[in-house]
């Protein structure tokens, strides 16, 4: 128990991630409240920023090094995805999630496979580098897309939703790839760890990735009309 609580303390990256979670949630599910006042969002987020800095509580330690450069591209790469969930309006039918089931269960394994193919048999890369190349190659970025992505809740428009969703969606079946081609620079023999594979990092993974993703979503909608109940009502004047 020592142990733990110790490398609890000492990763303050975790904490990090923990206190940008929460402020995410307070600021989603304060929005009803924070559009009345004379702030916005990105001042509420720098005002956190500089109470965590040095000149705050001293949480957060500005180094211009590698270590920092990766711990904020996957910031920003949650602040995007949490972003696509925002935008998504659709009931969960699968019917409903038609377009965005073809593009990541269909087009995204064809390309993680092509362009490793590509990688292995035009660029002669092995195996685990040319599959893990095409993993990370193959998501679309959710940051670049958002031109075309949904900015209305009640925009029907179909091309839009499923750019979207797929840039929501498309890291949860891109990582186990990811995992496939780490696994096999380490071990090329496949046979070893290929059932542990499919049973963790591909079933498991992606069944508790939307399982949480669901409960957490219901959950959260269950507090906001819960806030509902406690906010006054707008009056609209007459005339």
Same mark, same amino acid.
């Given at each position: ?45 720098? $005002?956190?920023?500089? =109470?965590? &800095?040095?000149? !705050? @509580? %001293?949480?957060?330690?500005?180094? +211009?090094?590698?270590? #920092? ?89 179909? $091309?839009?939703?499923? =750019?979207? &969703?797929?840039? !929501? @969606? %498309?890291?949860?079946?891109?990582? +186990?790839?990811?995992? #496939? ?59």
């Amino acid at each position: 128990m020592p142990s733990v609580l110790i490398w609890v303390f000492v990763d303050i990256y975790i904490l990090d991630l923990l206190v940008l979670g929460i402020l995410l949630l307070a600021v989603s599910l304060g929005s009803g409240w924070i559009e009345r006042l004379p702030l916005s969002y990105a001042l509420i987020y720098l $005002l956190v920023g500089i =109470l965590l &800095s040095p000149y !705050g @509580l %001293n949480l957060i330690q500005l180094r +211009p090094e590698a270590d #920092f450069l990766q711990r904020s591209t996957e910031l920003v790469v949650l602040i995007s995805l949490f972003s696509c969930g925002l935008k998504m309006n659709r009931p969960l039918n699968p019917w409903a999630w038609n377009s965005t089931g073809r593009l990541i269960g269909l087009l995204m394994p064809i390309s993680i496979f092509a362009t490793a193919g590509i990688g292995h048999w035009v660029l002669r890369l092995e195996w685990g580098v040319a599959i893990l190349l095409g993993a990370i190659l193959a998501p679309t970025d959710p940051v670049l897309a958002s031109e075309v992505q949904l900015d209305d809740p009640q925009d029907k428009d179909e $091309l839009r939703f499923g =750019l979207t &969703s797929e840039g !929501g @969606l %498309n890291d949860a079946l891109a990582f +186990p790839f990811v995992y #496939f081609g780490l696994h096999w620079l380490e071990n090329d023999q496949w046979q070893t760890w290929f059932v542990s594979w499919v049973l963790v990092d591909l079933l498991w993974a992606i069944a508790a990735g939307l399982f949480m993703g669901v409960a957490i979503a219901k959950l959260l909608g269950w507090l906001e009309q819960w806030l509902q109940s406690y906010r006054p009502v707008e009056i609209v004047p007459s005339g």
